[in-house]
């Protein structure tokens, strides 16, 4: 396979091995709901940092990743920021934000979402999947990282959508109207897409002019392209009329036998007066429940980047020149995806949260079939508060809105000759704002990328109803560092501890119990594949320096008792008790110092 080499690659390979845990924190006052870190999150933070502090409570267990990174335009302003042990590296962070004019943008980006990349992969069950919307800038760098790390065999797709409701015909060469839409699973054979939805559209298509019992049908065409050995045989119509094959350079799909068995149960249409060629009727009652989605996606099926823009604008209620969010992704895209790569339970992650359009999506996809899926967002800038977070909150609990309802009355692409018969167009729109200005607040007129476009604008006020839902607000906490714990000068919280010594020692996320349990003074952290779990730990260096903090041969045998059928790995500061008694006693019963437990990594 052809690897994809960038300056930086190799210092940032297993960059996110080095990344510190940090605890996430709630901010009950920025949330909805009570606080839970097992429910809807939105995080404050480098994404980076973030996604290693979700990883003990859910790697493996993401159902559905979307993300919509930088594109790398020049234009952007983003910065990397990543604290990578490379002088050259380090030189880097004197040098943001990234533009243009910077020989290294496309290496930088690549050394950003590298390590993220891995997390993510990590973060994702196995039957999952990941969404990344990117255009030409690094579409083609995006997809040999891709196929690094998720693996050649597990990419899907790359759709495509059409994003541009009108030309811009201002470009110099084309006006580029789509995005992409890169499609990973994290093993092929375990993922599943699901069917879209048949559109009106679709149903109206299926008739049924002889009156079948069986309901409506469409007619599908007997001949197909593809070779088949039994697919040449002559046909005779119901008034004697011989057609002596398919058409040139096709086969019929069928064999003459299964030919015959299908006209005698009615399954062929052969045309209201019986000399048609014949095609198979499929039956609207016996079709699969839905279709398969195809890799151009429509802005007028999935929304467009005006449109959007123009949503988020009513939405917070922003005035005529406030500063909005620039590319927000409709909420219509984020739903199709929904749709195709999530069931009523997922867990969805976005770990470029944008304007939130992803928990918006994911809170109308519950409100319209019941579903509990659960939304993860990650964002980084200052207006992870006021503008991400606070869509949210507007989305569950409803928001009154003034905006506009515009009509197109006249769109005319502008020449020289239009020019010259200046006073012909404007008789035209004098005679326009005539007839309809009774319809509308005003009329506007403007010109831009070489077209006229006169719209009717209507103001409008109103109240859109809340989603219901609810999220907590985090921040991300001081790092937990093992040295500074061996002095007592920095000891996190038992469940933060907890949660990252279960990650790291099974290599599975910590599972969620219903209450908390503790058995001799241990508390339980859970159950991986290969142990039960516990942590016998209090955050002050006294407990932690007392003969308290020690396993000893009486909390073996309560442990052993208490949960037995696997073997027990308990995280202490101590041990009163050799490995060798436990043996001898047939404890299964293995004792994991603190902190050096923190590097025991044992996949299971």
Not at 592 to 600: H, V
Request: hydrophobic share 40%; proline share 5%.
């Amino acid at each position: 396979m052809s690897e994809l080499n960038f300056k930086g690659k190799e210092f940032v390979y297993n960059h996110h091995l080095t990344v510190p845990h940090r605890p996430l924190v709630p901010d009950a006052d920025k949330s909805i709901g009570a606080a839970r870190l097992d429910g809807n999150l939105i995080v404050q933070g480098d994404n980076l940092h973030a996604l290693k502090s979700l990883l003990p409570m859910y790697a493996g267990k993401v159902d559905c990743i979307f993300i919509d990174p930088p594109y790398n335009t020049g234009n952007e302003g983003w910065c990397y920021n990543d604290n990578v042990n490379s002088p050259m590296m380090q030189a880097w962070l004197q040098n943001n934000p990234i533009g243009i004019e910077d020989g290294l943008r496309h290496d930088k980006w690549c050394a950003m979402m590298w390590p993220r990349l891995r997390l993510l992969h990590e973060l994702l069950g196995d039957a999952g999947s990941l969404w990344v919307t990117l255009d030409d800038n690094e579409i083609h760098r995006a997809r040999g990282m891709l196929d690094s790390i998720f693996g050649e065999d597990n990419f899907i797709a790359c759709c495509i959508w059409h994003k541009m409701d009108s030309p811009k015909n201002t470009a110099e060469h084309f006006s580029v109207d789509h995005d992409y839409l890169l499609v990973y699973a994290k093993n092929v054979d375990f993922w599943k897409m699901n069917l879209l939805p048949r559109t009106e559209e679709m149903v109206d298509r299926y008739k049924n002019p002889d009156n079948d019992p069986r309901g409506p049908w469409l007619l599908s065409d007997l001949a197909a392209r593809n070779y088949y050995a039994q697919g040449l045989y002559p046909i005779t119509t119901k008034i004697g009329k011989v057609i002596q094959g398919p058409p040139a350079g096709s086969y019929w799909r069928v064999s003459k036998d299964k030919f015959d068995s299908l006209d005698a149960d009615n399954r062929i249409w052969w045309g209201e007066s019986g000399e048609n060629r014949p095609g198979i009727k499929r039956f609207l009652s016996e079709v699969k429940d839905g279709v398969v989605a195809q890799t151009i996606w429509r802005w007028q099926d999935v929304g467009s980047t005006r449109n959007s823009k123009q949503a988020l604008s009513e939405l917070l209620g922003a005035g005529q020149g406030d500063d909005l969010f620039i590319t927000p992704k409709p909420v219509e895209l984020i739903e199709r995806i929904l749709t195709l790569a999530t069931t009523e339970h997922s867990i969805v992650l976005d770990s470029f949260a944008g304007s939130g359009t992803t928990a918006h999506a994911v809170l109308a996809a519950n409100k319209k079939d019941g579903g509990e899926r659960k939304f993860i967002l990650v964002e980084c800038e200052d207006y992870a508060d006021k503008l991400t977070a606070e869509r949210v909150r507007r989305v569950i609990t409803g928001y009154d809105f003034k905006g506009t309802q515009r009509e197109e009355l006249l769109r005319k692409s502008l020449n020289f000759t239009d020019l010259k018969k200046a006073d012909k167009l404007l008789d035209r729109i004098a005679s326009i704002e005539n007839l309809d200005a009774h319809r509308f607040d005003k009329i506007d007129k403007t010109v831009k990328n070489g077209e006229l476009l006169v719209e009717g604008v209507k103001n409008i006020t109103g109240r859109t109803e809340g989603l219901g839902g609810s999220f907590t607000y985090c921040t991300l906490g001081e790092a937990i560092d093992m040295d500074r714990m061996l002095t007592g000068e920095s000891l996190p919280g038992a469940e933060a501890l907890g949660a990252l010594l279960f990650h790291m020692a099974t290599n599975e996320a910590k599972p969620a119990l219903p209450a908390p349990q503790e058995v001799a003074g241990c508390s339980y952290l859970g159950e991986s594949a290969s142990f039960h779990a516990w942590l016998i730990y209090q955050p002050t260096l006294d407990f932690l320096t007392s003969r308290d903090a020690a396993l000893t041969l009486s909390r073996a045998r309560a442990l052993a008792a208490a949960k037995p059928g696997k073997r027990h790995l308990v995280f202490a500061p101590a041990k009163f008790v050799s490995q060798k008694l436990l043996d001898d006693e047939k404890l299964p019963v293995e004792f994991a110092p603190l902190p050096w437990a923190l590097y025991r990594v044992e996949r299971s």
